[in-house]
Every structure is written in structure tokens, then in C-alpha cells.
DNA sequence: AACGGCATGTAACGTGTTACATGATTTC
DNA sequence: GAAATCATGTAACACGTTACATGCCGTT
């Protein structure tokens, strides 16, 4: 139910098709919510079924067209309210940790390669966002760019902010998930010289 | 697809009923793997069809009977194969950093309530992960010591080492998150004065 | 006999994933 | 003209959630 506020807060900024935001949902904004196309076209077309998008069919070339999303009032509201709401209660799914409790059932050298894989998903996910977050500190994002853009003056401060803010939530997460790693790590170290 | 191996990390200590699997991934095990029964019953049936499973009718009072589920070598074997493979490539989806990287459009009351939620949250996480701890650290996790009856001596130290990583881990990443909650808090103050 | 816990399930729905399928446009 | 990219979708399946439904057991 996320990835349609997820769309909408995409949307805020300026009318996209269905392309343009299933690009964004496997690049930059992948990062804090990933979407395949299959799910992002069939989504779009409910939403403006819905009211929450004013789909036009944009031309494209000579003979192709491409389908236009823009916000609507009604979607602008309903992400308004849904940002007021307090977050859905969320259950734990770890994979990770669920395995970690388990790791003496592994080969040392498979529990191994699993914490560096651990650590090396989360550093690759650091050097993204830590390159987002220059971004937004330096003003080089287009997407905020262009949200700035369109917002009041005064509001300016706000957005940047608590895009930092968000930023700087997951680059800590992704250093104290290294960290974890490599504590792992040295445990299996511990067991090999014992 | 986790949720077998987690049943299956569950059976490899003792056979058990579906009823008794439900309590233990709504209360202790629910942290690091939540399920309601509605899902653990059929996968139940489906892991015996798979011969990942032994199932048999224990009488139960004087009509009733219930069904106890005993891991088979195959189970047991699934169980060290997955055990030895790595972590599934895992999507970013976090509903909390979505929403606070468009804080602005939330009135400053909700965004508080939003983030005091969070820190609610993770602080109930928190208590119970370190309680959790303390069973697995005075060897009074009743699971933990079934677990470690059945295992060769020679493993005992490592089989609490990665029950304790694995809460650690917890702990911190519920730490950090607190910390995450408490900065946003404070930078929505310092909106307020401003 | 009433209650709380034990025990097991179905049905409907929503969400998410993977694979397949097609065709136009732009760039080289 | 080949290749990369733009553009949009369907189908099948897996996974997960919520609600509903039933009935026995042990205790009081």
C-alpha cells in the first residue's frame, strides 16, 4: 500500500509516465523503496481510475505515444493524509538475522562468505547513500532541484532537512550493519585459532 | 520462502504442533520472524507433502488429537543447505524513511507523533531483544537449552556465540533507530523555535 | 455450564516477483 | 541496419494479511 504514496510523493514534483518513475524506482529512489514496472504500470492505471491521477496521452515520436501521469487535488490530499498518519506497525523479516542465529549450522567458510556479502550489500548501499546525501547538501539532486522549485521560499530549509535527515537515518544504519558484519566476522576468527 | 527454514531451525530441536510453532513466532521468535497461524498450517502441510516433515496424529484428551510435526533427515538436510547458501539480494522498503523524507508535508504535531512512534517502537524492541539476551546469556531461554541438550558439547560455545551476534545486532540496530527518532525530534524543535 | 486456552483450518484479498511479450524511437 | 533505450503491458505464481469459522480441553 506504500508504493502508491511512494508514487505520489514522486509526482508532487512534476507529471512523469510510467517509464520515467519505474526508472526512478530502480535507481535513486530504489534506495528507500524499490518497484518493478509490472508492478508501477498496473498501479498507475488504478490510481487514475481512482482520481489520484490525471493520466494524458502524450505523443512520441511519429507514431508512438506515452501516457502521462500528474497528480491530482484528490492525490495531492491523500498524500497529504497519509503523511499525517502515524507509521503502520511494522513486523520483523530478517533473513539476515535469522540466519545469524543459526550459523553454526554453516561451514565456517560459508558463514564466511555470507557476513561479507552482508557487508558488502550494506557498503555498496552506504556509497549510494552517502552520494545522495552530497547531493542534497550540495543542491545537485534534480529531483529536489526541482522540487525546491516549485515549493514556497520559506519551505526550502524544511525539505532539505528532512531530506538529510532521512539520509543520514540510513547511512547510520548501513555503517552499524558493517560494523555488525565484521564483528561476525571476527567471531568465526575466534572459532578458527580456538 | 523464509518462513520454512524458520520452522525448520524451530524443529531441529524437538517436534512440535502447529499450535505450538504459532505461539512461538507470535512471542519470542516473532522478532527476528513473525507468522500467524493462518500461513503456518498450510506451509506446515505442504513441508510434509515435501517430505521436509514427519507428521503424526498424538491423541490429545479423549476425543481430540492434535498433529506434531517431527523434521526428517531430508528437513534436516534443506535446513544445513539453506544454512549454507547466501543471504537472498534483500530490497529496500522501509515505510519509516519514506515517510520522513517528506516530513514537511505533515503538520508539525503529526510529524512529532510519527516519530515518537518510532521511537516507541524500537524501544519496546529494544526491552524484549535484551531480555531475550539475558536468557541466552544466563542459559535460562528455555529453547536455547533444550537446543544446546541435544548438540555435542563441542558446539554448545558456539551455538550461544551466534545466538548472542544475532541479538546483539538487534539491540544496536534498535539503539540506533531510537538515537535516529530522538534527532528528528529535535530538529522539528528547532523548527518550532526558529 | 462457562471460560480461557488449545487446536486447526478456509476464504478472500492484496501485495510482490518473475517471466514472458511486444513494438517504437533514438543513436551509432 | 543494429543496438540501446523508451514504452507498456499480461500471466502465473508466491507470499502475506485479515477475517471468519469450528470445536475440544481443562479449570473453575
Redesign the interface.
Known sequence: M?LR??LL?VLTVEPMTGYDLSKLFQQSV?????APDSQIYPELRKMEAEGLLEGSDVPWGPRGRKRQYAISDEGREA??LW?????????????????????????PE?AR??LN??KA?FTA?LQDWTSRLIEINTLTNPLLVKRLEISSPK?H???V???R??Y???I??AE??I??AD??LE?LDS?ETA
Open positions: 506504500s504514496y511512494a510523493a530504489a534506495h528507500v523503496w524499490n498524500f497529504r503523511m499525517n498518519e502515524p507509521i503502520g506497525y511494522f513486523l520483523e523479516r530478517d533473513p539476515a538475522h535469522l540466519k545469524a542465529a543459526y550459523l553454526e549450522w554453516a561451514e560459508n562468505v555470507i556479502e552482508h550489500h548501499l519551505d530549509q524544511k525539505v532537512a528532512f531530506k535527515y532521512t543520514e537515518g540510513l547510520a544504519r552499524q550493519e560494523l555488525w564483528r561476525g567471531l572459532f
